[in-house]
Structure formats: structure tokens, C-alpha cells
């Protein structure tokens, strides 16, 4: 998850979630402006920076990593290819994280049948 709230100066926060819990990654404005395309368009992204962890104070243990550089590293995806004859089956499968999926123009959707209403009086 990306924000940039207006009160942050610029600073654009990226929230990362996995087994072990969440991390933000700080972005400053001089790094985003540089870094822009990987931060925006990214479907694998390298995250070099400083941590920075509180756990004396919190009452859940916070992470931050203060962003130095961000790389897109999208290109290592083609190489997880399921078979020599389908190469790009990450074109068609793995879409950027901000991507909203949508159903292809020619499938049909079942439609879930509603029960017809019952007033009661």
C-alpha cells in the first residue's frame, strides 16, 4: 500500500505486509522524485536503505526502512517461467500491485441468484 498524505511534506509512505509482520518504507521526496518509475510502476521492487525498529515504546514492534535507492527488479520475474514454451506467463498473471483485475471482456460471469423479497408487515 502507497500513501502520500498531504501533511507529510512529500514524504510518500509504503506499507509491506508478510508472515512476520509490517514494515514502512520511507520515501523522501528527493528519493521518489528519482526513483519515480520503480515506486509507481514496480511489480518487484529492491529496497535499499537505513532501518530503524522501535519496540521499547510501541506495543507492537515498528519497522521502517528509510529508503536510499529503489530498483525495479520486474525483469527477474520472466525468469520463473513454468515452461520452455510459455515464457511471459508473467505478463498474463502477475499484475502491478496497484492494478485493479478485471474479468476478460468475453467470460461469462454466473450471476448469483437473489431470493425475491419478503416484506414483512
Request: charged share 30%; net charge neutral; hydrophobic share 40%.
Amino acid at each position: 500500500m502507497r500513501q502520500r498524505p498531504g501533511t507529510a511534506k512529500g514524504i510518500v509512505f509504503i506499507t509491506l505486509e508478510d508472515e512476520f509482520g509490517v514494515a514502512n518504507l520511507v520515501v523522501y521526496p528527493n528519493i521518489g522524485g528519482r526513483d519515480r518509475a520503480a515506486m509507481i510502476g514496480a511489480r518487484l521492487m529492491v529496497a535499499e536503505g537505513r532501518i530503524e525498529r522501535e519496540t521499547e515504546h510501541a506495543e507492537v514492534p515498528i519497522t521502517h526502512l528509510i529508503c536510499r535507492k529503489l530498483i525495479d527488479r520486474g525483469d527477474l520475474l520472466q525468469q520463473l517461467s513454468i515452461s520452455a514454451n510459455d515464457p511471459s506467463w508473467a505478463d498474463a498473471t502477475l499484475g502491478r500491485a496497484d492494478e485493479v483485475r478485471r474479468p476478460d471482456p468475453g467470460s461469462a460471469r454466473a450471476k448469483a441468484g437473489l431470493p425475491a423479497s419478503r416484506d414483512f408487515r
